[in-house]
């Protein structure tokens, strides 16, 4: 949540794209299937989909199925000159009013009326968003106050319950009970 406005969390736009590339073409609606991912997503499956991981170990589970981003990154980078839209960066959801860098492990996101995802972990900002854009990747991938890196490049999470999910859709948040894990790079 931001500023403790849960009720105004809502989903900007939704992506898919049947085809490995950086940025996803938005469209009216995404069918989200438990286990699986996005119906009609490249990134869909019960292992891992990204290239890069498959080349690595094809057998690894998929914890990437959908890719979240929060919009506000684009107002960020803005002020840098940089014009990012929904989808442009790979993302099947852009939210708003959800602060998702700051979930923990496991956080249940109810999208719509029916879909609900699992927070897995951050997104690893890499050299593709400067293939997009040049210099994004920093705008994406800084260092906090303390040395750490930040990643901006959203969160990325799997199906536990099927559903379609459209623009303009609510989001719910439901934090998991006991210690809360700080996200990292999946």
């Known amino acids: 949540m931001i500023n403790g406005a849960q009720d105004q969390a809502r989903v900007v ?7 490995h590339r ?3 073409p938005v469209v009216d609606e995404i069918v989200l299937v438990e286990g699986w ?18 080349a690595r170990d094809p057998s690894q589970p998929n914890l990437r199925q959908v890719h979240l981003l929060h919009a506000e990154v684009f107002d960020e980078v803005a002020q840098d000159g940089f014009d990012v839209a929904p989808g442009a960066m790979g993302e ?4 708003r009013g959800v602060d998702l860098l700051g ?18 972990g951050l ?11 040049p210099g994004l990747l920093r705008a994406v991938l800084g260092r906090a106050d ?10 990325m999470s799997v199906v536990v319950a099927g559903g379609t999910v459209r623009g ?4 719910d948040v439901e934090l998991p009970t006991g210690t809360h894990v700080p996200l990292a790079p999946v």
Not at 92 to 95: D, G
Not at 103 to 114: I, W
Not at 168 to 171: A, L, Q, V
């Open 168 to 171: 303009g859709d609510r989001i």
């Open 123 to 133: 997104r690893n900002p890499c050299q593709q968003i400067n293939d997009f854009e």
């Open 13 to 19: 736009s939704v992506s898919r794209d049947g085809t």
């Open 22 to 24: 950086f940025s996803k």
């Open 37 to 54: 991912g996005i119906e009609g997503d490249a990134h869909a499956g019960t292992t891992v989909q990204h290239r890069s991981r498959v």
């Open 103 to 120: 979930l923990p492990e496991g956080t249940l996101l109810r999208l719509g009326d029916d879909a609900v995802v699992r927070v897995t």
């Open 92 to 95: 099947n959801v852009t939210t």
């Open 146 to 155: 303390d040395g750490t890196v930040e990643r901006k490049g959203g969160v």
